[in-house]
C-alpha cells in the first residue's frame, strides 16, 4: 500500500490575533460549539487533525481542540463543555460570548498529531471528542483505516453524535447508558494486542487516558503507539520540597535565582527576561526555551517522556531544576 505520511507540524509561533464568533450554537446538552473567523485576515493559519486552539479570555488562556475537517478551513471550529466548577472560563464562553464577539485567540498548536500508520484506534469520552472527530474526518478523507469509539454519560450530552454516526455507521461506536443496550465502553476489549503500524489515540477525561495507558502497557503497546491529549495540567506546578536554584542565561552569561516558591519564567520577568506566556500549566508550548547544561525538573504536559529525557528544553511556565543550575538558551 502506498502510504503518504501525514503533515507534520510544529507548534506555531506565539502570535495573538483577534477573532469574530461568527457562528454559535449549541452541540450537545451544555457544549456549545464556536466557529470563529479571524477579523483583519481571513485567511486560517495552517493546522491538522489533533491541533488546538489558545483562547485568551478575561478569566484566563484556555486551550481548545479543533473539530474541523480537512476540507473545513474557512473558520476555527471549537465545542466548550460548560463547567460549574473550575475558573468560571467555560461558564463565560458559554453563557455570556455570542454571535458577533471578539475575542483572541493563538496557535493553532498541534502536540497530538496523527502519525504515519497502518490504523487508528481513537478513544474518546465526553468533550475529549472534539479533536478525534477531527481525526476521524482527516483519516476518511485519506482513506485510511480506523476505528473510533466514544462514550459519555448520555447521548444528551455528547457532542457531533448525529454527524459521527453519518459518517462512520460502521467505524464508530458509541456508549452510554441510553444507547442500544446500555453497553459501557470496555477497554480490556478495544484495545487488543499491538501490531506494527497500529497506533491508539485518546482524549477526555485524565482517568480515560489513565486506564487507555495501562491497559495498553499491560498488552505490550510501545510507548511511541499510544498518543493522548490532555487540556488541563492537573498536577500542582508548586510541589512540597521544592528548593531554589539558578538559571544562567547563554547570551550574558547572567545567573539569576529562582526561588522555591516562584517559577523560572517569574524569576526570568523579575530581571526583566519576558518568555512567551499563554497557559501558564505546561500545557501549550508557548513558552518552551532551550536548555543548554543542567537537567531539568519536568512537570509539563506538552512534551513526550522521550522528549522529556533529552533535557535539551523545558517549559519555565512550570518546569524547574534537579541540578543546581540550568544554562538556558536565551
Ligand atoms: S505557557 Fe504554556 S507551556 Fe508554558
Known sequence: MNISPFPQREASPETIVRVRVVKREQAAQNVWMFELQPIDNP????????????????????????????????????????????????????????????????????????????????????????????????????????????????????????????????????YAPDIGDGTRMTLERIISAPRPGHHVYVCGPSSLIESVCVEARAKGWPEAQVHFERFQAELPIAQ?????????????????????????????????????????????????????????DHRDYFYSAAEQARHNEFTPCCSRAHSARLVLDL
Open 240 to 296: 512540597d520540597g521544592d528548593r531554589a536554584f539558578e538559571v544562567q542565561l547563554r547570551s550574558s552569561g547572567q545567573c539569576i535565582g529562582v526561588k522555591a516558591d516562584e517559577t523560572v519564567a517569574q524569576a526570568l520577568e523579575r530581571n526583566g527576561i519576558y518568555v512567551n506566556l499563554s497557559c501558564g500549566s505546561g500545557v501549550c508550548g508557548s513558552c518552551r526555551t532551550g536548555v543548554l547544561e543542567g537537567e531539568v
Open 43 to 174: 485567511t486560517l493559519a495552517a493546522f491538522d487533525a489533533g491541533a488546538h486552539l489558545a483562547l485568551h479570555l478575561d478569566g484566563g488562556v484556555r486551550q481548545y481542540s479543533l473539530c474541523n475537517g480537512p476540507q473545513d478551513r474557512k473558520v476555527y471550529r471549537i465545542a466548550v463543555r460548560r463547567e460549574e466548577d473550575g475558573n468560571g472560563v467555560s461558564r463565560h464562553l458559554c453563557d455570556s460570548v455570542r454571535q458577533g464577539a471578539e475575542i483572541s485567540v493563538s496557535g493553532p498548536f498541534n502536540r497530538f498529531a496523527l502519525v504515519d500508520g497502518q490504523h487508528a484506534l481513537l478513544i474518546a469520552a465526553g468533550i475529549g471528542i472534539t479533536p478525534i472527530l477531527a481525526m476521524a474526518l482527516e483519516l476518511a478523507a485519506r482513506d485510511r483505516s480506523f476505528e473510533l469509539h466514544y462514550a459519555g454519560r448520555s447521548s444528551a450530552g455528547m457532542a457531533f453524535l448525529e454527524q459521527l454516526r453519518q459518517h462512520f455507521p460502521s467505524d464508530a461506536h458509541f
